[in-house]
Nanobody
Framework: QLELVESGGGLVQPGGSLTLSCAAS????????IGWFRQAPGKEREGVSC????????TYADSVKGRFTISRDNAKKTVYLQMNSLRPEDTAVYYC??????????????????WGQGTQVTVSS
């Protein structure tokens, strides 16, 4: 059974940093792309950053480029999202999910499945 569990969210002041983790179980992580997505109240879910199965390709939303970094450790079955210089507009529930295809198709949430339960990130002074 495929399962993804997010952790690492919390309350942080503007300009601060957080590292989110997405732990996978029930499948071999190497084959599929994994992405981080977020959803703020009243807004649609958006792709934040996604990485290919082997980690050779990645994409970032324009709003987080230069501030967020996605990485994956397939041996640990974990994908990370390092978030620096956080802004109030980064406040959202962050989710991870997988795209179960052999090729990297980008970061459209509609392509992804097996969503985790989410972790809340709140950026506020």
């Amino acid at each position: 059974q495929l399962e993804l569990v997010e952790s690492g969210g919390g309350l942080v002041q503007p300009g601060g940093s957080l590292t989110l983790s997405c732990a996978a179980s029930g499948f071999i992580l190497d084959y599929w792309a994994i992405g981080w997505f977020r959803q703020a109240p009243g807004k649609e879910r958006e792709g934040v950053s996604c990485v290919s199965g082997r980690g050779g390709a990645s994409t970032y939303a324009d709003s987080v480029k230069g501030r967020f970094t996605i990485s994956r450790d397939n041996a640990k079955k974990t994908v990370y999202l390092q978030m620096n210089s956080l802004r109030p507009e980064d406040t959202a529930v962050y989710y991870c999910a997988v795209d179960r295809t052999p090729s990297f198709r980008g970061c459209n949430p509609r392509l992804y499945e097996s969503w985790g339960q989410g972790t809340q990130v709140t950026v506020s002074s």
